[in-house]
């Protein structure tokens, strides 16, 4: 399907030229040719290969460490332990500036808290040899009590699992949000709903695993090649950490294989990395292997979520109180940041004055939790908008046409405490109805067969930027060439969602030039502008914003340095496709290479624009239209097609936001109906740390996906008023098939995944009820 | 002990040292300086590694070094027709959006390759069950598919002409 022909422009008198189409992106070729350097590509000469030995304890003391055996084998350079790396307590999710961060790890502790932690590392002269050293360290545990579960690890008198000084593994004081008066409100309800939801554990799964690639040069600067979402935040922390000044860190990340935000984290393997490299004194890579990716990995974070609501006849939210518990596993990573958000969510979405909401997020000896695509909001909106649609049901409603009526509008307060801009909710609810021709659809048979269909509809809406938890910043120079090119050198980093293109589209548009002549430099925390990485769907409203900044700096200084050769003044002239040209009645117009580039033996002119862009906060609107098949005697889900509609300001390049809902859309399928990565609940272990055993919906899973984008609320703080689009598809998707597959068999459930066995128990529990 | 083993690559004949238990996929990485062939599991459950061994679509992880004496091998950097003309593949790939985080690509558009060479009208159904053993976690396939498709269709148009 052709994508561009779905876009409905509503927003702004300018024509655009580059903006809103979806030229050629500019790091595809190199990447579908297989010329494109991820860190694992990275070879050095007389490089070492360096592997983690990892706990198979979830929770104990080392005892004792013995290496001998390790350093005696041939080939083997350098053993580091807890007794000889440095102690420094610091942050997984090392964001500046924020309160939300938990300094609760040591790059190797003489404790472990999860199964699977590294407890050692050695560097080899190969990985062969580095994982046979590796299985020769002895160790000595003293195991500790484990606490796997939210119920153990919030009894009193359980074991801590950290020294933090909050009671019951909190690994933050408890998260409140109030507005209005909850009691009244539940005591004005003609209908109170009250439900627990229970959430599972998917992961990422990105399909690089981590890996980085260590180098001290002789004047004692360390070089790292890695992947990593934010390069400028493990510079800091490995500046921090490695105790050496920010200009002795260089940080470089030309492409990665994704990250869907847990390669936000700073890892063990990249500080461990660094520290064999200094002390072997030669380059020095880390891989993880797959397995490891999921043992060392970060997750969603799986919980529990008690909501209760209160609702008139006519449909009114009177009351909303909730109680959102979240399972960090053994350290804080971005916990205090997903329970604020995820949270927070609450007070909106549907308009309810009366809330009272209580987030906290508990320590449990199992696998880290930290930051994935739709950041604890994720879990929070699939228990509200299953409530809804509960509601609906309860009251009499069609429930797409109850979302409507309580969709959040125009000028109510959202989250982050910023009046909302439009009604994008509204919109997307509405076409959704309207593409799928709802009401008709719902009418339809329904045959009573081993198959049954049904269809659903989820909403969500979700923040670009991770205002107000962090005050962000974004930063781009542009500098004009002498043959009318232009490089943009920009912080951003790329995921792989195709947002160097975007900014270049920006760039384009705002200078007036072909999308061709501007080229990106970006990646290298030495030459780049700092950033604060790639997250919280801000890419383009952030890094875009700074970048539309710069060029129009650009803009300004090449108007009023052409001024004088067209005998004009600066504010009568424009560019248009590289020329300069005169608005002011003489129609005279210049090259732009001719403008800008050297003139009878003068050297060219140096311009240089610099845009800083720190935003508060916008958010973008989806509603999914699911369809599903449910087989009564497999209890297997199929998702036979699905129809996002996504509201995101302005479009910048079609395709790429496409591909991003799309995207979402396969992950969401994943968590909702098949992806939990699980742990044997006596022990800790990981019981499912492979492709094969974590089920993720693959080509022969995927339906079809008719994207529709609407452009009907642009923000005045994103580039031409574009907002996020990178985590919303993965909230809205969820709660439509959970939808649907009430509406096909009648159950519905309050947990994912909702598994073939789930289901084939539920029906066996409503047939027996039946029969009763 | 290492071994010279003797295989082409991308139609040039080349000797790479691989000790016995190399798989193909890491002396093609390392031995070959070919690192376009990707490194997801290792354990072939992934095909981020799919390459052509003597016009079939294997995992190279899955294939040791010193099998593959003789073999013919292609990999997604022989399928460029030079530095500035991509494979329609390729260039499908790009103008679909076919590729995102772009690490599963190499492998997706070789074994796209393999199913073209075999099938040139290959349905909706028979593409996306030639990439049942391709994880792609960025795109839900959407754009793949339409990529492939769309490829097959100009490569039959160009054959007829």
Known sequence: MNTHERIDADFGDRDFTVVGKSVKRSDTLEKVTGTAKYAGDIALPGMLHAKMKRSNIAHARIKSIDTSKALALKGVKAVLTHQNVPRILHSGSPHPRSASVTKDQYILDDRVRYWGEGVAAVAATSEEIAERAIALIEIEYEPLPGVFTLEDALKPGAPSIHDNGLDQNNVLPPVLVMRGDVDKGFAEADLILEREYDLGRPTPAYMEPNVCVSLWDGNGKLTMWTSTQSAFMVRGTLAEVLGVPLNKVRVVVDHMGGGFGAKQDLFQHEFLCALLARQTGRPVKMEFSRKETFLGGRSRHPGKIWLKQGFTKGGRITAREARVTFNSGAYGSHGPGVTNVGTAALTSLYRCENVRLEGRCIYTNSPIAGAFRGYGVVQTYYALDLMMDEAAEKLGFDPAEFKLMNAVRDGDIAPSGHPIVGHGLEDCIRRAMEETDWHETRKGDKPEGIKRRGIGIGCEMHGSSAYPGIKEQGNAIVKMNEDGTVTLITGTAGLGTGAHTALSQIVAEELGVPFETVSVVQGDTDIVPWDIGAFASHTTYLGGRAAQLAAADVRRQILEHTAPMLEARAEELTIREGLVVSTGGSNRSIGLAEAVGPQRGMPAVQLVGVGTYMPTKSYSFAAHFAEVEVDTETGEVAVLQVVPVHEIGKVIHPIAAAGQIEGGIQQGIGHTLSEDYVIDLTNGRSLNPSFVDYKMPLSMDMPPIRTIILETAPDPGGPYGAKGVGEDPIIAIGPAIANAIYDAIGVRFRHYPITPENVLNALRAKNSETRQ | ?161
Request: hydrophobic share 35%; charged share 25%; aromatic share 4%.
């Open chain 2, 1 to 161: 002990m290492n071994r010279l083993v003797s295989m082409t690559i991308n139609g040039e004949v080349r000797e790479l040292a691989v000790t016995p238990n190399l798989t193909l996929l890491d002396a093609l990485r390392s031995e070959g300086g070919l690192t376009g062939t990707k490194k997801g599991c290792d354990v072939g459950d992934c095909g981020a590694c799919t390459i052509v061994m003597d016009g079939k679509p294997v995992n190279a992880c899955l294939v040791l070094g010193i099998e593959a004496e003789g073999a013919n091998i292609e990999t997604i950097e022989g399928l460029q027709l030079a530095y500035d003309r991509p494979h329609p593949l390729q260039q499908k790939f790009m103008e679909f959006g076919g590729s995102q985080c772009d690490f599963c690509t190499p492998g997706i558009i070789m074994m796209s390759k393999a199913l073209l060479d075999e099938n040139p009208d290959p349905s909706e159904e028979e593409i996306r069950f030639a990439l049942a053993g391709n994880i792609c976690r960025c795109t839900g396939y959407t754009k793949i598919i339409d990529a492939v498709r769309a490829t097959a269709e100009e490569l039959r148009k160009a054959k007829t002409l």
